[in-house]
């Protein structure tokens, strides 16, 4: 099966939820957006697939996955389809709603990051509402991070089945795999406001850790395929607002 | 089956989603908050639920739904995996994932409702945070909500088995009334940023009527088991956010 990704080409953003359960897998798929313009890639190729009506359903926005007649969009609807196909969720029926409640938490926290950054609007620059960013920010920062972390600390905590190692079943999920990218993410846009609670959910830091590890993971952080971390992604940098 | 639903027992909210798939199919449920303390009930039993760890995963938030062994979290969740159960959605794997990824669309688009009066944080008061609220909401007024109902417009048409009649497939879905809810909630929280998009909604509108006309949600809505729009809730009236 040949997977085909649409999503912005210049950031991680919430494609990349998509694109470390696809290389962990070693998929075979074809990042569209990233090819040029002759190759059939671009933004505009990004554009013209928003603006058809696919089947099951019209993509409202990227991330967009291809995958055969079908073509799927919402970050964690479209990992609840492929990790059956790439052996990353457990068979059986319980674990696999309790893992897509964790990828729909985890959505729900990436929503909140990248409102610390845009608090009034999306449609307008970050300039233009800094004062409310750093107060969004600093609630973020002293409520929101410690309350999300703790919570899926306490979940690696309570699977014995895996002694605290996967947040679901006995071994790796697309869960962890997002798990390590909320950890990523939070180091480079909040590296203090992670550094005071990082004491607090250890389970979650060793977890980051044998991530970055995995064979896949590994040869696609040092490869050109992982964009870096930067101002126009979810997670960004500003320092004003990590103090 | 009987269905424990476990949420907030003064406000529609998130849970509301969860209670019209409920009302619609006619299915037995308990909705355990709002018993008494003496039947087991209240904000209470809520927060057992919520600190314990039960299977599959221990929630984050509510609402939550018991199932015989299950215990469920997230809205979106919760709707895909009771949907076959009701009645709710059709039968193909096409049409499921279609419905699902137009049911976090909603996620989202409440999500961004709640931000309105919460621009800054959940944990301050709306009094706290009134200038940003009403910079939020013109944005959200001027273009989210022609943006997010317009796309749900264009899902309707272009259904052609059901002649716009229907989100997915040719019969009523759980997506269907959760439309109704969106619109309802709009006509509420935002009555004259909804008359100015109406026009451009036809299909929604017609649907919104259809949904509240089915015998279920009917008798539903007159019942004192529908709680009422408050400003507690998602869907808040405050004028100064709609001029």
Chains 1, 2 share one sequence.
Do not use: C
Request: charged share 25%; glycine share 6%.
């Amino acid at each position: 099966m040949k997977f085909k990704l649409y999503y912005w080409p210049s950031i991680q953003g919430r494609g990349e939820f998509v694109r470390l359960a696809l290389e962990d897998a070693g998929a075979s798929y074809v990042d569209v957006a990233r090819l040029s313009q002759k190759e059939g890639g671009g933004v505009s190729a990004l554009m013209a697939m928003l603006a058809k009506h696919p089947s099951p359903v019209r993509p409202f926005a990227p991330p967009i996955l291809e995958m055969g007649r079908l073509v799927i969009a919402q970050t964690a609807n479209i990992l609840q389809v492929i990790a059956p196909r790439l052996g990353l969720v457990p068979a059986d029926e319980a674990s696999r709603i309790g893992a897509h409640q964790l990828q729909l938490t985890i959505a729900d926290f990436v929503a909140e990051v990248h409102d610390t950054h845009h608090p009034i609007g999306a449609s307008l620059y970050y300039e233009d509402q800094k004062p409310e960013a750093r107060a969004r920010s600093k609630l973020f920062r002293a409520q929101r991070i410690p309350k999300y972390l703790g919570y899926f600390e306490s979940v690696l905590a309570a699977n014995k089945k895996s002694k605290g190692r996967h947040a679901v079943g006995r071994a790796s999920s697309y869960v962890d795999l997002s798990l390590f990218q909320v950890m990523e993410g939070l180091a480079y846009a909040f590296p203090k406001a992670l550094k005071r609670v990082a004491k607090d959910v250890p389970l979650l830091v060793a977890l980051r850790d044998r991530v970055a590890a995995r064979p896949g993971i590994a040869a696609y952080l040092t490869s050109p395929r992982r964009i870096p971390f930067n101002e126009d992604g979810i997670f960004r940098r500003y320092p004003e607002l990590d103090v």
